[in-house]
């Protein structure tokens, strides 16, 4: 007996021993807690976008159909980059929100470059669209944009900063930036017309 009680005494000593020797597991004491629920937690990253975005127009738009009437919003937003990039786009959606970011999207890839000379524009131009006609004439440094709300956002996010403008006829703002638009696509510079006319510039 005293020969099984010294065995047994022998084989709790082992078994404690390799409890302690044991490699304790990565998560040690568990508490039910990681340790990532120390961190702070990160805000979300906001995507730096390259163009400026400015919303001109949010209006609300019914269509009747056989169950009644649909209500949504309509949304004209110009974005640009300052420095001769510029695009307009319009989007649709039961949400503002949500109908200013598909305009934003479509205008963004609506981008076109503008030419600037100066700060200003190159020569005189005349932007139309439908009953909308718009006169844009090269300025001086210091005069500023003189233009109209709807005028003034395409021209300022295209990165001109000497202008003066004249609006004629209608005075709805998607036309007046479509009318815009139209002017600002029809400027050339002097090199552009000595290229296509096959010239040197000193000629022109």
Do not use: W
């Not at 127009?57 to 269509?63: A, D, E, I, M, S």
């Amino acid at each position: 007996m005293a020969e099984n009680d010294k065995i047994i005494t022998e084989n709790t000593e082992n078994e404690q021993n390799s409890v302690e020797n044991a490699p304790k597991s990565k998560r040690g004491n568990f508490s039910g807690k990681r340790k990532d629920d120390n961190r702070r937690e990160r805000a979300p990253r906001r995507e730096v976008s390259e163009f400026d975005k400015q919303v001109v127009q949010v209006r609300r738009v019914q269509k009747v159909v056989k169950g009644g009437r649909t209500l949504r919003f309509s949304a004209l937003v110009v974005v640009g980059d300052r420095k001769g990039r510029v695009g307009i786009g319009i989007g649709k959606s039961k949400e503002v929100s949500a109908a200013i970011e598909k305009a934003t999207t479509v205008a963004k890839k609506n981008v076109v470059n503008i030419p600037i000379v100066d700060n200003t524009i190159p020569h005189n131009t005349i932007g139309k669209y439908s009953a909308t006609s718009i006169m844009l004439l090269p300025a001086p440094e210091g005069t500023g944009v003189i233009a109209g709300g709807s005028a003034r956002a395409v021209i300022e996010l295209a990165g001109i900063k000497n202008i003066v403008t004249k609006r004629h006829g209608s005075s709805n703002r998607m036309n007046c930036v479509k009318a815009t638009m139209a002017g600002l696509l029809s400027l050339k510079t002097k090199e552009e017309i000595a290229r296509r006319r096959g010239k040197a510039v000193e000629e022109i």
